[in-house]
């Protein structure tokens, strides 16, 4: 495994503690009281297929962007994260700011991100970090011929945050935060895959 502290292993918590530290809760459950939006039609075949995106996350990267604070003032932050396969089926990736604070919290830079794919269900993203104790779920689908990956709450609650990726092309990526009911931009992170070594 990489050294986080030498190699960037931790850049992509810092998506998750940021979801986290503006107000998504837990895991939430829908009306059975099952914890994941199940959708049955999501087969095996695509699970694979998605898997297959979700390996573009694998690689060390440097980020840079902002969130915003009160006031709608942009606050800048940057870092690097380092996403690695793990059992052929999950990508992990884990995120370490290196300037700025995430989402306003002093000392939470840290965070890391369990990206899935799961037949039944669909794209899964677990995040969790140093903003919070708790693990936030969330569940998604791929758009635009797998250039978008879109995720929500795993209790579909609209009011609450969305996360989403948009790949340009094999070496960038950037992921937008967003929430609330009228779905404001609440962080924007550009990750840019480190080639020198």
């Known amino acids: 495994m990489v050294n986080l502290k030498s190699g ?8 998750l503690v940021s979801i986290a530290a503006i107000g998504l809760g ?7 009281g099952a914890c994941c939006a199940a959708d049955p039609s999501y087969s095996v075949s695509q699970a694979d297929s998605d898997r297959a995106l979700l390996a573009k996350l694998v690689g060390d990267w440097r980020f840079e962007g902002y969130w915003t604070g009160a006031g709608g003032a ?11 396969l793990v059992n052929n089926y999950f990508i992990t990736m884990d995120v370490q700011t290196t300037s700025g604070e995430l989402a306003g919290r002093t000392s939470r830079d840290e965070g890391s991100i369990l990206f ?7 794209l899964t993203a677990s995040a969790w970090g140093d903003a919070s104790p708790s693990i936030t779920r969330l569940v998604g689908h791929s758009e635009s011929s797998g250039s978008v990956l879109a995720y929500v709450p795993a209790g579909g609650n609209s009011n609450a945050v969305a996360f989403t990726i948009r790949f340009e ?6 992921a937008d935060i967003t929430g609330g009911p ?6 924007t992170y550009t990750f840019t895959r480190v080639t020198d070594k």
Do not use: M, W, Y
């Open 182 to 187: 009228n779905g404001q931009r609440a962080a």
């Open 116 to 122: 899935a794919s799961e037949p039944g269900i669909g």
């Open 169 to 174: 092309g094999d070496n960038r990526f950037t």
């Open 8 to 15: 960037a292993l931790r850049a992509c918590l810092g998506i």
């Open 74 to 84: 942009r606050n800048n932050v940057q870092g690097r994260a380092a996403g690695v």
């Open 26 to 32: 837990g895991c939430q459950t829908n009306k059975t």
